[in-house]
Each structure stands twice: as C-alpha cells, then as structure tokens.
C-alpha cells in the first residue's frame, strides 16, 4: 500500500522511503491545476533482472525540481507531484487495466526512467506484473498531456506503432522517448527539466535534452498527436493546444543524438 | 593479447565471457586536468557575436557555473569548465522539411563555424569529422497508413580525439545542428583547456575486465537502460582505451581515461541486447557521471 502525507501549501513537499509528493493531487482532468507524476527505477533486482542502473532518481528528480520551481526566467510552477522510486514505481502505474487514470494519466507532464524496450517499460515494483506494454496505454482520456520515456527503444521503429495505435485520439499529445538504446545518465531528466523551466517548446526541450547527455551513436525520438483543431506543435509547459480526441495524425520525429 | 576466454562464471547466474582481443596498455598516456584559470574556447561574446544575440549574459551558478543569455527563442550558454551551446529553441522542435545539402557541404559550414566561434583546440585535443546526421520526420493518419516522411534538420558530428585516443561520453562530440545555409538550430561542444598531470599508470585490459565482472555480480553489468527478460550471459566483444568527457553538465576537474567494454547479454530464451559499460583505468579515479567508483 503506497500513501502519502497530503500537504496543500505551496513549496510543501514530503518525502520517505522511495517516494515523495507534494501539493494536492487530483485524479480529475483538471486542466487548471499543474502535476507531475515520476516513477524512477535503479533497483531491477540485481542481474536477476535487466540489471540495476544507477543515474534514474537523480535525473527524474531535477526534472520534478526544474518543473516545480520558480527559477530565472520560469512561469512554470508545477507544485504539485507525485514520484515514486524502485519497489513503489508500478506498472500499473501506467496501465488501463491499472491506475493509469489516477498516477500517469491524472498529470500533466509525466516522467518515467528506467528499463525499457520496444514492447514497454520495466518495473521491479512491490506490485504488478513489472512491464507496462506499449499495448496496454491509453495516455491522455484523463488528463496527461506529455509522457517522456526515459528508457531504450520504446519508440523504435516497431515500438512507435504500437504507441501510435494505443493512444491516437485519446488525448495525450506527446510520447517522448529513444529510438534506440538510451544511456544511464541524469543528464536527460535534468535538462529537459531545465528547458522546459526556461521556455522551450516541449519538443525542443526534449530533442535538446536526449541529444546532451548522448552521443551520435543513439537516436531520440517522440511521437505527436494533433488533429485540425489541435495543433501541439508548439506546446510548452506554460501553455498547449486543446487536447486531440477525433480525427488525430499522428507525427514521428527521430533524431540523431 | 587475450581473447577468447571464459572469465568467470560470477556469483550470480550469469557468465562473462570475453571474446575480444584484450589490447596492451600504452605506456605513454597522460593525465589531462581541466585548466579553468585561462580563457575558455568559446566564450559568450563569440557565441553572442556569432549567433546575434545582443541580450545581457546572466551569471548562473547551474551546471557547474555559467554565462546564459536569452533572446525570445535565443539562448546562449557559456560554461566556466570550458563548453559552450547555442540554441534555437523553435527551429530546433521544428518539422518543416529542408533542402538537404551533402554531407561535405554540411561538414564544411561547420567547421567554418568553429572557426567564427574561435573553436580551435590545442594540438592535444582534435576534432575530427564523424558524419552527418538528421532528424527525420514522417506523419501518419488516424489509421496509421503513412502519409511521406521527410528531413526537418541535418547534424554535423565531430568527435575528440586527444593525444590521438578516442574520447567517450556526452562531451566527446561536438555537433552542429541546421536547417540549411547558414541557418543553425544548436551548436554544441564540451572542449576544455587541458594541463598535463603528468604520466598515467594505467590498469592493464585484463584488470579491467575483472572488476567489470566483479560488478556484474553486484547487479550492474551495462549503462544501457535495456530491458532484457533473464538474462544469463554476458559476451564482450571489444575493449578499448580512451578518455571520459562529460557533458556539459557541471564542473569537471579532469578529463580520465577509461577502458570501455561493449557487448552483448542473452537471455535465457535467446534474446540478444547490447551492453556498454566504461571502467576506470586509473587505480584512483571515479566515472562519477555514472556512480562507477574505482577499483
């Protein structure tokens, strides 16, 4: 059972054992109110697994803090969070069948970091069936708007469709990930963090980010949702389009890092 | 030279086995520290110059310290251990197809740009052309049927080689990111002013390989974020020396040379993934960029 101390005032935040919060979270699609979700894995459970990594918590938690803070030329003030680490990260987390609607799809920009392939993402949780397949999304009929996968090869050349076909017009506008293999830094999380903080576009912010803590040999990528009447091409954490629900393209952009 | 070997089955279930040839250890590599005390190689009035930004710099004591200067979608940054970026942050998240130009022609215009910028490394340091990358860009419609692909950004890679070694990590290339003549959506390097420490003692290939191994039985066995379903064998295809560049994420004192290991974890129903590990070369210097202490 995962709980939290629930604190409203702003710059509150709490924290234990692999999680942390702050502010007051709402499980609605309430596109007045700035959240983030986070889940972190390092602990797979040692080469039992895919092998612990090391650099997941602390970029995930520059992001959270670029995101969460007044800094410099910021109009972001995403006070409201949820992060949860290794044991307490669970594939459900992001699963329709799971809590999607109340963790990743209750939130405006969510954030994963760990294991991941062109299938999904890799847990090692207290909870769940420790993969969240690619299949089993449907990102954005709640409230999130941008998702960044920080893991390898979720938005490969087979991995896109699969994203592509899971989530068109349910809302979400951005799947941000690698084509590729991605690299155990903290560099990712941190930066796109602190461009988004700074006012770059949400695609700028991400490509910039991939490309700063990587070299040529890897390739970033997202996918875009947009239809007519909802053009996010130019969505950033300080303003986005209306939400693609019907008649949705969908848009790939891969990159060399 | 060594290859070919089982090195050892380690404490858990998985193997390392090592099918590279393990080179010799140069005897005549140095120790290089970041001299922060002399002027960096790209300081902020080039980048302003260069790039037309007329904004007042901030000081910012983020990512080791730096100079920030931001003009609408503009951004310059000056770094105090030596690098520098340039953005553009809408041309960078733009999907409009370009003219693409030839490789040559897009290597070229880069270097002319280092050059502008004053980016010209001491005989220690090189940057030599690696090639000429893109972002790509295709649509689909609701179905997913496609609908034309096409190139929104071309990339011009160089990599550093210092002392003539290969250099590893997110610093080791400088790039120049463009959307056609004259039209730059980022510029990147994380060059610094080196001072020689003196002669390093370097860990011979073979002890590298032993620690490596000793971490997988620890838990670790790639940097990679790869998920791979039970995996039981680890195989190291290529061992090679170099020195590790961070990015330009913070401060950096010095520049240390590291072995690195790539290859290839199966699991136990067949499944193949690669795997990367860096490990230090030097008995007394850590890889903390990613938490690798040494041994």
Known sequence: MRTFIILTALFSATASAGSSSGGTWSTSADEGTAEIFVDSVEDYGGDSGSGDLSMCHDGSEAFRFFMSSWIFFSQTHYDTWRHFQDGLAWSS????????????????????????????????????????????????????????LDACQVLSATGRPRVQKANVDQGVHYVLGFETNASDVSTTGTRYGYYLDVGYTVASAWIQATKDGHGSWA????????SEDCNTVSDNARSWSCDPTSDSYTVYNVWTL | MLSGFLLASVASAMTVTVSASLPEAP???????????????????????????????????????????????????????????????????????????????????AEELFEALGLAPSGTVELVAVGVGAHTVSMVDNDGSDLGSWVAHQVAVFTQEIDGLPTFGPGAEASVVTQGEGVFASFSH???????????D????????????????????????????????????DV???????????????LVPVWR????????????????????????TDIPQHAITAR
């Open chain 1, 219 to 226: 390739k970033g990528a997202y996918v875009r949702f947009a």
């Open chain 2, 190 to 200: 994380a060059v610094r002013n080196l001072e020689d420490l003196g002669a390093a």
């Open chain 2, 261 to 284: 290991l790539a290859g290839t974890v199966t699991a136990e129903d067949g499944t193949t993934g690669d795997v990367l590990w860096l490990e230090p070369a030097l008995a007394d």
């Open chain 2, 240 to 254: 090679s020396l170099g020195y590790y560049v961070p990015g330009n994420d913070g401060a950096v004192s010095e």
């Open chain 2, 202 to 237: 370097l860990l011979d290939a073979s002890d590298a390989v032993s620690n490596y191994t000793d971490r997988v039985g620890e838990g670790r066995y790639s940097l990679l974020k790869l998920a791979i379903d039970g995996p039981e064998s680890v195989e190291i295809t």
């Open chain 1, 93 to 148: 987390d992001f699963e329709k069948g799971g809590d999607d609607d109340i963790y990743n799809d209750a939130a405006d920009f969510s954030y994963f970091s760990g294991h991941g392939n062109s299938w999904g993402t890799s847990f090692h949780g207290t909870s769940g069936d420790d993969f969240a397949s690619s299949s089993e999304a449907q990102w954005g009929n709640n409230d999130v708007e941008f998702v960044a």
């Open chain 2, 27 to 109: 005897t005549d590599v140095r120790r290089y520290g970041v001299d922060t005390s002399s002027s960096v190689l790209v300081g902020m009035d080039a980048l302003q110059d260069t790039f037309g930004v007329t904004a007042l710099p901030l000081e910012e004591e983020l990512f080791g310290g730096m100079e920030h200067a931001a003009e609408d979608d503009l951004h310059c940054y000056a770094y105090a251990h030596g690098g520098a970026d340039f953005h553009d942050a809408a041309l960078l998240g733009s999907e409009e197809a370009i003219d693409t130009r030839s490789d040559a022609a897009v290597l070229a215009e």
